[in-house]
């Protein structure tokens, strides 16, 4: 441990440039671990805000005029599927008009079973006044809808799809997810009400799925795919339906580690050029040890123990 003990030595003979080294590499490193830590976080908040609340995994039929019968059984049978998978939620949509007296307005029916759709859009955090319409013939709808139409949570208005037919329903509630086109133009009711309007009973148009790791979608798609045993239903993920959002995170994860790397580059060559200087500044006690019998070995041990125990202090300096 000869070399250790004179490393301490150095170290300590210098303490002014020793603390000043450590300093520089606490700094280095806790850039680093900043930029990691900012660019991991913008990354988290940029899939939450913009896959966090919607489908991740949706089945249809592929004849979008056709609807998926037994989807209770489906629904059951994903599940097993693959344990990734978090929830699986039924949907049923219809494009159609709401009425009231002599203003309606286009909306999106959007018929729910509420308890498995609010793990998914997460309708109590959008809830701005009522209620979510668990009981048949009620809706909710986003509070622009209801400034267009002049109406207000406990009204009374008819939802009609042309050659179909209307119903009245009773506003429970509104919403607002601040997304224009979700806000503007979606009522969402339970899939009762809309299967009734419509007269088809027991049917939905989509399955909707979240799961564990988002960027895992498309590998689980494809096992839903190959195991879902049943024709003619379509499963697409979020992956394939945004490629340029996936682009962006993929260019960001890039740009993090070019950051890092070159972070930890420049506080490598730190470290390598102090520690050359310190070399050039103990020549002279170099020149006593050699001459003491220390070999060339020993002597390049001495200032790779100093390089390690600068390393350790200004990584405890990050830990402080």
Known sequence: MLPLRIALRFLWSSKGQTILIALGIAVGVSVQVFIGSLIQGLQIDLVDST????????????????????????????????????????????????????????????????????????????????????NDN?????????????????????????????????????????VTAIDESCVAMTLPTLQ????????????????????????????????????????????????DLLSGLEGQSVSSIMIQVFVTLSVVLGISSVLAITVLEKSRQLGILKAMGIKNRTASLIFLYEGMILGILGAMGVLD
């Open 138 to 178: 009620e809706i909710i709808v986003g509070e622009p809808v209801l400034e267009e139409l002049g109406v207000s949570v406990g009204d009374t208005v008819t939802l009609e799809v042309p050659l179909v037919g209307s119903q009245e329903v009773t506003i429970s509630g509104s919403y607002q997810f601040n």
């Open 51 to 134: 896959i966090g609340n919607r489908s991740q995994i949706t089945i249809t039929n592929e004849n979008e005029e056709n609807y998926i019968e037994d989807y209770i059984a489906l629904r059951e049978d994903v599940l097993t599927i693959d344990e990734d998978i978090t929830v699986a939620s039924y949907a049923l949509d219809q494009p159609g008009t709401m009425i009231k007296g002599n203003t309606s307005s286009p909306i999106l029916m959007r018929a729910f079973d509420f308890n498995l759709s609010n793990e998914i859009y997460g309708w109590d955090d959008g809830l701005t006044e009522g209620i979510i319409p668990y």
């Open 196 to 243: 009734g309007l419509l007269g088809q009973t027991d049917v939905i148009s989509a399955l909707e799925i979240q799961v564990n790791d988002v960027f895992l979608a498309d590998t689980i798609a494809t096992d839903i795919s190959d195991n879902i045993g049943r024709d003619k239903l379509s499963v697409s993920n979020w992956k394939e339906e945004n490629a």
